[in-house]
């Protein structure tokens, strides 16, 4: 590179995904950090504030970021719709609460409603996506709204069972087992990382399809 190269020289600037991509990677560090210092342990019958607090703060930070940075709004406006709905079928893994609760590893009453809560999103996902893909035009926006807020709901019920079914919390049973397992690694990764994470992209698909409605 020759002097004057140097001197008109403007250094690549990191694309939105990659700034995206580094907070992702720095947020997932953070939560195995805390889970490596114990931060998830939490005494029977007391109320988990650092796991509630790990589902809040990062939807609470997202939404102040969108309304504070034209940046981010612009990116998250035209993140690609799809992918987000597709990244939904990943939630089939949630029958995997029915098979811990087959081997008496969770309640049923967390269990059940959050595995086939997480498998119906799923499935609908699947469809949706790829129809969107393929012939988007015959995709009313009505059926993603009703999907999104489907899924978003399932979360708020899952999460809400998972709290009251824990150790001396109204929903235990003694004759049974608690939801205490999903506070240990590497479950604790569920709602200390993935709810959150998936979470805020049903909010992202919200705003957009608030946005288009304006538009």
């Known amino acids: 590179m020759t ?16 700034l ?6 720095a947020w997932f560090a953070l939560i195995v950090a805390l889970i490596a210092a114990g931060a998830f342990e939490t005494l029977p019958g007391k109320a988990p504030l650092a796991l509630i607090l790990s589902l809040l703060t990062p939807i609470s ?9 034209e940046n981010v709004r612009s990116y998250v406006l035209n993140l690609d719709q799809r992918l987000l709905i597709l990244l939904h079928g990943w939630r089939t893994l949630g029958l995997g609460f029915i ?5 008496d590893q969770l309640p049923w009453l967390f269990a059940l409603p959050a595995g086939l809560g997480d498998a119906l999103t799923a499935l609908a996902a699947v469809f949706l996506g790829v129809a969107l893909f393929k012939q988007p035009e015959r995709v009313s926006r009505q059926w993603i709204r009703r999907w999104n807020l489907f899924g978003f709901t399932d979360f708020i019920v899952a999460v809400s069972l998972g709290l009251i079914t824990r150790t001396g919390m109204p929903g235990y ?18 709602p200390g990382f993935i709810v959150p994470l998936f979470a805020i992209t049903h909010v992202v698909i919200y705003l957009q399809l608030r946005q288009e409605t304006r538009a």
């Not at 995206?20 to 990677?25: D, F, N, R, S």
């Not at 098979?99 to 081997?103: A, D, E, G, Q, V």
């Open 20 to 25: 995206a991509g580094l907070v992702l990677i």
């Open 99 to 103: 098979m811990l609760y087959s081997l």
């Open 3 to 18: 002097t004057n190269e140097l001197l008109y020289y403007q250094p690549q600037k990191a694309s939105p995904h990659s």
């Open 173 to 190: 049973s003694d004759s049974g087992p608690s939801s205490d397992l999903m506070s240990a690694f590497p479950f604790v990764l569920v």
């Open 61 to 69: 930070l997202f939404l102040l970021a969108y309304v504070l940075s």
